[in-house]
């Protein structure tokens, strides 16, 4: 696979399981870690495998970890263990060096509602030090649309920021389950923050990390928002077993060809 832009969903504690099969299709993984796997992390082996992808050719991005966790949350103790994941998982950048890391914001109205200002001014406490260490990095840091219904909040936390290392990361099946906007209104309003996508597929009733092509999402749609809006973003495959791997790769060819011309 020679698209440099094109990524795998890749969970930290199957890489080395999964290593000979990244090399031999020379495939980019995005490394996603939970808080177990970075609370057992041996950097000794962190470092192994960065080198063996580097001089592979292998590029990365991260995932960082979501469960449980919420950048703007009211709760102390829930902010402090936010934080504190958050480090850990920029310590495991500055070995990985990744093009981008993935975080999830946290917000869903039905949980925050009228604190929404409260949500955005923690968040914003929460991600100045992960920016900085992105910065000293050289990646970029970018918040995924999980529930929200429309763009606003993650608007907001982009522009307190105004910055190229803090980006969007639009996962389209995210959008097809919780967005009340069109996809053309989503890009209309976050396009040009794009820095990643998240690619997978369902029918808007479970999140199914379906490949994409296999379910009910409009991809041509898509990719043409995306060479509009974002050409340079990185593309993520969020696949969760080798078989769908495989498939969403094949699926998705045609749309690469239009990218990568011979």
């Given at each position: 696979?020679?698209?440099?832009?094109?990524?795998?969903?890749?969970?930290?504690?199957?890489?080395?399981?999964?290593?000979?099969?990244?090399?031999?299709?020379?495939?980019?993984?995005e490394i996603a870690f939970t808080g177990d796997s970075l609370d057992t992390l041996d950097?000794?082996?962190?470092?192994?495998?960065?080198?063996?992808?580097?001089?592979?050719?292998?590029?990365?991005?991260?995932?960082?970890?979501?469960?449980?966790?919420?950048?703007?949350?009211?709760?102390?103790?829930?902010?402090?263990?936010?934080?504190?994941?958050?480090?850990?998982?920029?310590?495991?950048?500055?070995?990985?060096?990744?093009?981008?890391?993935?975080?999830?914001?946290?917000?869903?109205?039905?949980?925050?509602?009228?604190?929404?200002?409260?949500?955005?001014?923690?968040?914003?406490?929460?991600?100045?030090?992960?920016?900085?260490?992105?910065?000293?990095?050289?990646?970029?840091?970018?918040?995924?649309?999980?529930?929200?219904?429309?763009?606003?909040?993650?608007?907001?936390?982009?522009?307190?920021?105004?910055?190229?290392?803090?980006?969007?990361?639009?996962?389209?099946?995210?959008?097809?389950?919780?967005?009340?906007?069109?996809?053309?209104?989503?890009?209309?309003?976050?396009?040009?923050?794009?820095?990643?996508?998240?690619?997978?597929?369902?029918?808007?009733?479970?999140?199914?990390?379906?490949?994409?092509?296999?379910?009910?999402?409009?991809?041509?749609?898509?990719?043409?928002?995306?060479?509009?809006?974002?050409?340079?973003?990185?593309?993520?495959?969020?696949?969760?077993?080798?078989?769908?791997?495989?498939?969403?790769?094949?699926?998705?060819?045609?749309?690469?060809?239009?990218?990568?011309?011979?």
């Amino acid at each position: 696979m020679k698209a440099k832009q094109v990524f795998v969903h890749a969970p930290y504690a199957l890489i080395g399981e999964h290593l000979d099969f990244i090399l031999k299709r020379g495939i980019n993984p995005e490394i996603a870690f939970t808080g177990d796997s970075l609370d057992t992390l041996d950097v000794r082996k962190l470092r192994e495998v960065s080198q063996v992808l580097s001089e592979n050719g292998i590029r990365t991005t991260i995932h960082a970890p979501f469960m449980d966790l919420s950048p703007g949350a009211l709760d102390r103790l829930v902010l402090e263990a936010t934080r504190q994941r958050f480090q850990q998982v920029m310590a495991a950048a500055a070995v990985l060096r990744p093009e981008v890391v993935v975080f999830h914001p946290g917000f869903d109205r039905w949980r925050f509602g009228s604190n929404r200002n409260r949500w955005l001014a923690h968040s914003i406490e929460t991600f100045q030090p992960v920016v900085e260490s992105a910065a000293a990095i050289g990646c970029t840091v970018a918040v995924e649309n999980i529930f929200e219904e429309e763009p606003s909040t993650l608007k907001a936390l982009l522009e307190a920021f105004d910055s190229p290392l803090f980006r969007h990361c639009f996962d389209v099946g995210h959008w097809n389950l919780f967005s009340k906007l069109s996809m053309a209104e989503w890009f209309a309003e976050l396009g040009p923050y794009i820095a990643e996508a998240h690619i997978h597929d369902n029918h808007g009733l479970s999140d199914d990390h379906s490949p994409l092509g296999e379910a009910g999402i409009d991809f041509p749609l898509f990719f043409r928002l995306m060479a509009h809006y974002a050409p340079e973003a990185a593309w993520t495959i969020e696949a969760h077993n080798r078989e769908a791997v495989e498939r969403a790769l094949e699926n998705l060819s045609p749309f690469l060809a239009e990218r990568y011309p011979e």
